[in-house]
């Protein structure tokens, strides 16, 4: 007689799926605020609402303000923006509410994508439920219901099935062809970055194919069926967008070779599978106060870095699933060759582990397999490193609901924490009552509630008043103007904004709220009125 099938998986992820689903309830009531990069794609939205057309972002010209300039933004994917504007039209609702179903979907997704993947590699639905545990008590996981990430959760929702299809493809064919066609235009879609990805996942899926054949000839073919389609796939996408366009890859900026340029990718099974780098608040892209000074964490990194290895080979060693290991091994030396070559040529990429997820989620069954032979102190030293990471991530998103609740929000439903509502309503209200006005912000997400005049966004001024000025001066007259500060601005800062537009006169201030000024003029300078 055969024992039946163990169930102790199903608990886990009967409460996972009613974990996400009520947090997704929650965020139609609180829905989160944005990260700069969807909130420049909403931008290029707004535009389009405006007139322009698709994927095309309209903005004052800074020789002449009373000009547009109009750019193709080919830096980020449209998917990002498309995405919940699609379930904004379907529900009849505003953007805020798109986003919530859009981040509560993907997240499910994913997170059901990873466990068919997770299963099909080889390993027990109790090992692919707990991976999916540990996944979601990651702070990444966590980040889009307090602040919409963009294509950082639209790609995780497509990930695991992309990877389900590069292990249950066999054979080459019809069925072949069109998974590798279609499932680049759709990683793509949701994520440009997508297309390293998307090279490590069809060489697996070579490798396979191939391993039990005999002869170059055979491995030949097989690359044959798998690069013609996946050449016309990057074709399309380089001819009919990429080309178009800047992204981060267009800019090197010459050779430079440092201890974090190859140390950082190496050290990426760690950073992102553990959420170290998010712990720390960024090694170098730091998203809060700097836990270590830059020797420090250039100390932390390469042990990191040693520490990641080791783990990767004790994963290729221990785990018994063949394919399992080829992925790993794929993934992680193609994060290494192009993220190390990104960083060499100082492309615009920056040091966040983000960037890596794919590895972190890719080798988390791994960890949770080679954890259940940790006996004695080094299983209980385990479960403190997975209550640590659990507590941070709920503390997180406890307190990003906390403030998103109180943010201020206007006809987008989007919490904007960089504006308090009686400013904002004032704001709503000026953008009603005139039509050829220009409204200038230090945060990108708050323009995005201007709906009938054109608007500026001026990066923030730091304590050292150090600024590239070409950066914010705009010439010319454009009807009037209303520029947003905060409070703390008055003084050298709120003078440096003024001088950016140099051929308005006759400012008036306002106090908007005890935190926000209102600065307006409405006069060309050397016209008497």
């Not at 963009?150 to 054979?171: M, R």
């Not at 924490?417 to 945060?443: C, G, H, I, W, Y």
């Not at 308005?504 to 005890?514: D, F, I, T, V």
Request: glycine share 8%.
């Amino acid at each position: 007689m055969h024992n039946p099938p163990s169930k102790s998986h199903q608990p886990i992820l009967a409460a996972l799926f009613i974990i996400v689903v009520i947090m997704g309830i929650i965020l139609l009531f609180i829905p989160p605020g944005l990260f700069p990069d969807p909130a420049n794609g909403l931008q290029v939205l707004r535009s389009m609402h405006l007139g322009s057309s698709f994927n095309t972002f309209v903005s004052p010209d800074q020789s002449d303000i009373s000009q547009d300039y109009t750019e193709y933004i080919t830096w980020w994917s449209p998917g990002q923006y498309l995405v919940p504007y699609f379930f904004k039209l379907i529900t009849g609702s505003n953007m805020g509410h798109g986003i919530a179903i859009t981040v509560a979907i993907a997240e499910l997704l994913g997170l059901a994508g990873f466990y068919i993947f997770f299963k099909k590699v080889g390993f027990s639905p109790l090992v692919a439920a707990i991976s999916l545990l540990f996944i979601v008590a990651q702070q990444a996981f966590m980040v889009p219901f307090v602040f919409y990430n963009g294509g950082e959760v639209l790609i995780f929702a497509f990930e695991g099935w992309f990877l389900y299809g590069c292990l249950s493809i066999n054979k080459a064919g019809l069925k072949l062809i069109l998974f590798v066609l279609l499932s680049g235009w759709i990683g793509f879609f949701l994520k440009s970055s997508f297309v390293w990805v998307y090279a490590a996942g069809l060489c697996c899926m070579w490798i396979r194919l191939s391993k039990l054949t005999i002869g170059a000839f055979e491995w030949v073919k097989k690359a044959l069926w798998i690069g013609i389609p996946a050449a016309l796939s990057i074709a399309v996408i380089y001819f009919a967008y990429l080309s178009k366009g800047q992204s981060p890859a267009s800019n090197a900026h010459g050779i430079k070779i440092t201890a974090e340029t190859f140390a950082f990718p190496l050290a990426s099974p760690l950073l992102s599978s553990l959420s170290i780098d998010d712990l720390l608040h960024g090694l170098f892209f730091h998203t809060g106060k700097p836990i270590f000074n830059p020797m420090w964490s250039i100390v932390v990194l390469i042990l990191l870095a040693v520490l990641s290895l080791w783990l990767v080979l004790s994963i290729v060693k221990y785990i018994p699933n063949n394919d399992y290991r080829l992925f790993v091994i794929v993934f992680y030396v193609a994060a290494i060759l192009f993220f190390g070559a990104s960083y060499m040529r100082q492309l615009s990429i920056s040091y966040e582990a983000r960037h890596f997820r794919i590895i972190g989620l890719l080798i988390m069954p791994g960890i949770v397999f080679l954890s259940r032979k940790l006996k004695g102190v080094f299983r209980l030293i385990f479960i403190m490193v997975f209550n640590i990471i659990a507590y941070t991530s709920i503390f997180y998103v406890i307190s990003g609901y906390k403030a998103n609740s109180m943010a201020a929000r206007g006809t987008t439903g989007i919490a904007q924490p960089n504006v308090d509502q009686a400013s904002l309503n004032t704001l709503m209200k000026l953008d009603r009552e005139n039509k050829n006005a220009v409204f200038v912000f230090l945060s990108n997400d708050i323009g995005l509630e201007v709906l009938h005049n054109r608007i500026v966004t001026l990066p923030p001024i730091g304590d050292d008043l150090k600024i590239d000025a070409n950066d914010y001066r705009y010439g010319g007259f454009g009807g009037p103007l209303f520029i947003v500060l905060p409070e703390s601005y008055n003084g050298p800062k709120e003078k440096m904004i003024m001088k950016s537009f140099p051929d308005y006169a006759g400012w008036k201030l306002s106090m908007l709220s005890p935190n926000y000024v209102l600065y307006e003029a409405t006069l060309k300078r050397g016209v008497v009125k």
